[in-house]
């Protein structure tokens, strides 16, 4: 099967919508608190239309160095986008992507996949970025030139977009100091009312019995949802059954995640302090209706959040909400200390 090489284009921007606040991009977020490089100076990714984008100087005195930039990955870069060029000029617009340019775009996952495969500590900063500039700029323009794509060509450079967005976020993470007291985590949404706890529960919509790896918050269409604490977020975007959702790495390998928003409004590798909106409440994915679904996760295991988090603002215990069947009337109360309501 193959799919319109623009909806390529709809699903880049899918994190593109208006900020509650003001964003920085990577760039900005990582040249703002450095020194120019001494090895890289004034280096930068060529666009198609031949300006050049700024690529992030050296971390500042004090923090975990920036690895040497790869000449390998650089050189494989500036071969894939040349040969994408001259196989665009030889193509009419709107004819299918020759099986030439097919290639070109999967010796360059294989190169992603090794350079990836390394540790954040090895990885260069500038060689992230570089990356993720020049795999942009050549998809649009693609887009632009092609009918269509091979479904899962696209999927895979997609993913590889995905991951050096996530190398990013951790190599940000490696300049962040990390806080000696333990993290305080804050409700994502107020007022905090519970509709769905953490454990074994009946799915609504499947009908089978599963996990639930998080808490149900109830929620307003379009209420702003907060990041429960500082961190980089790590994803912002669809992820299937869970829909349009955010992800933030904090310290001590502890994630946070933020389920079936409207409306993402961060981006992969930006840095949210306790309180900055993360997005907006929504039911996408597999939802039967407007809520939040906020998980814990503490080296890589989903954790109660009622164990993490305390009051809500106004220094009272979260309340809860029992769904029952139609035709019966919803029970409040609290949880039972010592137990876990099903």
Not at 234 to 239: D, I, L, P, Y
Request: aromatic share 4%.
């Amino acid at each position: 099967m193959r799919r319109p090489a623009a909806l390529m284009l709809l699903i880049l921007s899918a994190c593109a919508v208006p900020r509650a606040r003001q964003k920085m991009s990577f760039d900005e977020l990582y040249s703002q608190e450095t020194a120019p490089s001494q090895v890289d100076a004034g280096a930068g990714a060529v666009s198609p239309g031949g300006t050049s984008t700024r690529m992030p100087q050296a971390r500042r005195k004090g923090s975990v160095e920036d690895a040497p930039v790869s000449q390998e990955l650089r050189d494989s870069l500036a071969t894939f986008a040349t040969q994408a060029r001259a196989t665009r000029s030889q193509m009419q617009r709107g004819s299918p992507m020759p099986d030439a340019q097919v290639i070109n775009w999967r010796e360059m996952n294989a190169t992603l996949d090794a350079f990836l495969s390394q540790s954040a500590r090895k990885t260069s900063s500038l060689d992230v970025v570089r990356a993720r500039v020049t795999l942009e700029a050549e998809l649009e323009e693609d887009a632009r030139t092609y009918g269509d794509m091979p479904a899962d060509l696209a999927d895979a450079v997609l993913a590889r977009m995905d991951q050096l967005a996530v190398r990013m976020a951790e190599l940000r993470l490696l300049q962040l100091k990390p806080s000696k007291k333990p993290i305080r985590f804050s409700w994502p949404v107020d007022p905090v009312v519970i509709t769905s706890v953490f454990g074994s529960r009946v799915h609504p919509i499947t009908g089978r019995e599963r996990d639930h790896l998080g808490l149900d918050l109830a929620a307003k269409r379009g209420q702003l949802v907060s990041a429960a604490a500082k961190g980089v977020v790590v994803r912002a975007g669809w992820n299937g059954s869970h829909g349009n959702q955010v992800i933030i790495q904090h310290d001590g390998n502890v994630t946070t995640r933020y389920s079936h928003l409207s409306r993402v409004l961060v981006t992969p590798g930006e840095v949210l302090e306790e309180g900055d909106v993360v997005g907006a409440a929504g039911k996408t994915g597999l939802a039967t209706g407007v809520h939040l679904h906020f998980e814990l996760w503490r080296e890589g295991e989903p954790v109660d959040p009622l164990d993490e988090l305390g009051p809500t603002e106004s220094g009272e215990e979260p309340s809860f909400v029992q769904r029952e069947p139609a035709g019966v009337s919803k029970s409040e109360g609290r949880r039972p200390v010592g137990r876990r309501p099903l």
